[in-house]
């Protein structure tokens, strides 16, 4: 079906939906929207043409704190956010953005008398982010510029520290104030970073206006804070509060009841360290550093922390066999390099000394099963995968470490 012709040849309005119909199609039934991590509710659902995204106008974009409007005597929606003002009109192969015209791959349609606009282009010219979740068929636009991550299985999307921390603390992107202890009532929170907690002149750490920075405990310095919700079957969010330095330190606290508790493994409080990015999910928190690639619910030679009321544990692959036969799918870019040694059959932990391989990077490690593998018991950092690829061929695949 050529869209573009159609529209050109002036088909009516009905004659266009029953023709585009056809032409739809979907990873899944239902393409899901998130604004910032918040799901869209509507009353036409979203539809995927082409292989790009239309979703009707106002629900979208009103969810993301823009002002949008029809003229139906133009057949012109009107997106306005400052500081831009997008205009597109039914039909037409660009839109314009205060004034400038921009080519986009696919026009703005109508559908059940809703005007189904591309996502992306539009989010785009707003500056917004938009990362898709081809696994679950889902949007995920940022109004604060910065991407999320698909995250496969858990049907959400997270971020860096970094970012999370700005996101969260600083109101612009979603609110001015967090419900720490879902209490109906959001909590004020003021953050300020310092590199010496035994030199601060202000709270580091403020809610409510009181100053719970001694409660931070024995942090040496406080670099980025952000806030999550790491378990949403209680009621409660967590703080998270991560330490300068070339390894930084994350530790996590809990505000409940006018309290700030810390977060223990064990007895003592947990600090989790790691070398470049924190990465958020909705029920767990997965630690990535410079030798690790996320799949799924894993990381290889890394691992999965989970809280269990105010214990933080760590498991680190120690129960391998538990992933033997999954797919495992590649949810961000970090580049990675690995040690890959194409066998047909494989011995556990006989590839530890073996270092002249070929080298497989992670950008060709989309998708693949896991068939076996080897924990090394003296030291969990080192682990092979004996893995199956989608073209069938089977390899061992290790870390690359030079």
């Not at 929606?77 to 015209?101: F, S």
């Not at 410079?290 to 269990?308: P, R």
């Not at 040690?339 to 932990?349: D, E, Q, R």
Request: some cysteine; glycine content about 8%.
């Amino acid at each position: 079906m050529d869209f573009k012709k159609m529209i050109a040849s002036g088909a009516a309005v009905l004659g266009l939906c029953t023709a585009f119909a056809a032409g739809v199609s979907a990873e899944e039934d239902v393409v899901t929207v998130l604004v910032d991590n918040t799901a869209v509710t509507f009353d036409q659902q979203p539809v995927i043409l082409d292989g790009r995204t239309l979703v009707p106008a106002r629900a979208v974009f009103e969810q993301a704190g823009a002002e949008v409007s029809w003229d139906q005597e133009s057949q012109t929606a009107t997106i306005v956010k400052d500081p831009y003002t997008v205009t597109i009109k039914y039909g037409d192969t660009a839109l314009y953005r205060n004034g400038e015209r921009i080519e986009i791959d696919i026009p703005a349609i109508m559908l059940e008398n809703r005007i189904m606009l591309p996502v992306r282009a539009i989010s785009e010219a707003m500056d917004f982010a938009v990362t898709w979740d081809g696994h679950h068929s889902m949007v995920l636009v940022s109004t604060d510029g910065k991407p999320y991550r698909a995250y496969a299985f858990l049907k959400t999307g997270f971020k860096t520290l970094e970012d999370a921390a700005e996101f969260y603390s600083n109101g612009t992107a979603l609110e001015t104030g967090v419900d720490l202890d879902n209490d109906g009532t959001p909590e004020t929170i003021e953050f300020n970073s310092t590199q010496d907690m035994s030199a601060v002149s202000s709270p580091v750490l403020a809610i409510n206006g009181i100053d719970y920075t001694a409660g931070l405990g024995t942090l040496t310095s406080a670099y980025s804070m952000a806030v999550v919700d790491i378990d949403r079957n209680d009621a409660y969010k967590e703080i998270i509060i991560s330490e300068n330095g070339d390894t930084l330190n994350a530790r996590f606290y809990r505000y409940e009841n006018g309290i700030l508790k810390v977060i223990t493994g064990s007895s003592s409080p947990m600090t989790v360290s790691y070398a470049s990015k924190l990465l958020l999910s909705g029920t767990g928190y997965i630690i990535s550093d410079l030798t690790g690639t996320c799949y799924v619910d894993i990381m290889v030679t890394g691992g999965v922390y989970k809280l269990e009321d105010t214990s933080l544990t760590l498991f680190r692959m120690r129960s391998i066999e538990s992933i033997y036969g999954r797919n495992l799918y590649r949810t961000y870019d970090d580049n990675m390099l690995y040690h890959v040694i194409y066998t047909g059959s494989y011995s556990a932990g006989s590839y530890k000394d073996v270092t002249d391989t070929g080298v497989i990077g992670s950008a060709d490690l989309q998708q693949f099963k896991i068939l076996d593998g080897y924990v090394d018991p003296e030291d969990p950092r080192y682990i092979e995968l004996y893995i199956e690829l989608p073209d069938g061929n089977t390899a061992v695949i290790k870390p690359y470490q030079t």
